[in-house]
């Protein structure tokens, strides 16, 4: 009898955390700017990341972990390469056609597994990669619904700034899934896939807070004392965000980023069921295939995963 790998348990409760996250940061929207509602979520997880790294120390009776280099440069690349790709996507948001630069950053998984293949030389079982590419194009149709696009349109859109955004947003995704996997195999096969994770978690979160910190400080530090005065909402979305990524950082620790990313799609399900079930949106008929396929997707990277 297959037993169900630790990895798929992981990745639904990072889905879940990101999910919650995501509805609590946006009520954050109003008071602060987009960059500014990104640096709360690294500066308000500092604290519960160091928590959870000192909980998995004294739980797990060990000591810090000798740090390669090569550890640090890449939370610090990875980390890099989130905000990056988080301040393409807002870029996307900037533009007329924004719900198409939303729905191309959603191709991170796909592009996670040509370059894990093609790039890495990574083996992906082949019903994982049918799986991924499945639930990309659920999440395409899902994003494009009620939009009135013919594939004249859909091609016109592909290469305008939105969508160039939105690629480039996906590819700064997937670059960071890749490098924070490579950052949590280098601590060794020694240190415990707990200790790895929060580790890379707390490692990457302060260098990121240091990073767009600074940035913010330079460029505008009215906006960075904003995000202080407001520590009361701001900081559940902290809490939510070390929760999610550190469940994120234990699935690349356990499995490839392409497995975890690919099946992480499952994030969309669990926001509509939100949607439906607390907020009273009714699921549209163009919704149903979108929500087919990325069913379909994540119960192929399962099966891939579990066999």
């Known amino acids: ?7 798929i348990p992981v990745t639904i409760a990072a889905a879940l955390f990101q999910v919650w996250r995501t509805a609590l940061q946006a009520r954050l929207r109003g008071a602060l700017s987009a960059p500014a509602a990104g640096f709360v979520r690294f500066v308000y997880a500092l604290p519960a990341d160091l928590l959870l790294l000192g909980a998995a120390l004294v739980l797990l009776h060990r000591a810090l972990p000798a740090i390669p280099p090569v550890f640090l440069l890449d939370c610090l690349a990875g980390g890099i390469a989130q905000i990056f790709g988080t301040m393409l996507l807002i870029m996307a948001f900037a533009h007329r056609n924004f719900v ?27 019903l994982a990669i049918i799986g991924i590419m499945l639930a990309v194009i ?38 960071t899934a890749i490098l924070l996997r490579r950052a949590t195999l280098a601590l060794g096969p020694a240190t415990p896939v707990i200790l790895k994770a929060v580790l890379t978690l707390t490692v990457t979160n302060l260098l990121q807070t240091l990073v767009q910190g600074g940035v913010m400080a330079l460029r505008n530090r009215d906006e960075l004392a904003r995000c202080f005065t407001l520590w009361r909402r701001a900081a559940p979305v902290g809490l939510l965000s070390a929760c999610g990524s550190g469940c994120w950082f234990a699935g690349f620790a356990l499995t490839s980023a392409a497995l975890v990313r690919g099946f992480g799609q499952i994030e969309i399900l669990f926001t509509l069921a939100v949607g439906h079930f607390f907020l009273g949106e009714r699921t549209r008929r163009g919704e149903l295939a979108g929500l087919a396929l990325v069913s379909l997707g994540v119960v192929l990277i399962a099966a891939a995963g579990i066999g």
């Open 1 to 7: 009898m297959s037993i169900v790998p630790a990895w």
């Open 100 to 126: 198409v630069g939303t729905a191309y950053a959603k191709t991170e998984a796909a592009q996670l597994v040509i370059f894990s293949v093609l790039v890495l030389g990574v083996r992906i079982p082949p």
């Open 138 to 175: 659920g999440v395409l149709a899902l994003s494009f619904a009620g939009q009135k696009l013919s594939p004249a349109d859909l091609l016109r859109a592909s290469v305008q700034p939105a969508a160039l955004c939105g690629l480039g947003s996906g590819f700064g995704f997937a670059v």
